[in-house]
């Protein structure tokens, strides 16, 4: 049979263009006699058999599905699922799809079902939301910078096809780092000794890029004209810095500020104190008031005996 040999002897493309031709050909030639039949030979009973029309269909069908597959989109399931970033950074949600054609890919945050993006315009007066996309590539990427905590939440890359909505998902978890100075909130140390505060900085999935200290109001990381301050920091699973201020003296009383990037500040409070020179003046005093009372108990005996 012509069209069996025709499709057998063809790739898939020239199968289906066949197929085309011959039902194109079946269907303008005519009416009775002159109209030509691509059914099989007929049965014993003189029936057409049934074999030929239904190869024939499910030969058609059969193309139909496999152009389907080939020119239907494609979605890259090894993009990443989870995404961890750090507070204040910039996010980037990788979509990755195939055979796209003149379809559009829109990203959805599914918190309140907001369209951000279709295509390469954006849909949200939020400008930290911008698409990525080179010509040519089957990268859609959404591109959310200086994320906040509101940024927590699942986004939806979403395609709409013929037989639905394809979509690929991706759960955006924003980390925010924890900041606190080792020991209490207030600090008392004696005048001429040493300030010494840890500043400990945990869950921050990347060292910090700075850590500064302020007294008051005034950083004190560089400072030259106090002299006697040292910052050591230390980056790692936990970051720590640690500052140092050497013969304390009166005016370093005040509020201790351990800040670092995209996260709270830490604070303490230290008070300077004269210490040992406050204890001698004490003890002075109360060596003074022994006397008095000695002195007391000996003068009044006298008194008496002058008095008779």
Known sequence: MVVTY????????????A???????????GDGKEKREISSPKSKNGQPGGTGHSEWQQLWYSSVDEFQKLTEPLLDNTTETNLTVPLGSTAYLHCRVRNLGERTISWVRRRDWHILTSGMFTYTNDERFTVLHAEGSDDWTLKIKYVQKRDNGTYEC?????????????????????????GPRELHVDMGSIINLLCIIEKSPQPPQYVFWYHNEKMINYDNIRGGIVVNTENGGRSTSRLTI??????????????TANAEQAYVYVFVSEGDTMAAISRRKSTASGIEVMLWFVALPLMVISVR
């Open 6 to 17: 025709g499709c057998q002897s063809h790739g898939h493309h020239q199968k289906f263009i």
């Open 19 to 29: 197929l085309l031709i011959l039902c194109f050909l079946d269907c303008g030639q």
């Open 158 to 182: 979403q395609i709409s096809t013929g037989t639905g909505i394809m979509s690929s998902f991706i759960n955006v978890h924003i980390v925010v780092p924890e900041v606190h100075i080792d």
């Open 246 to 259: 050497h013969d304390v003296i009166d005016t370093d009383s005040g509020n201790y500020t351990c800040e």
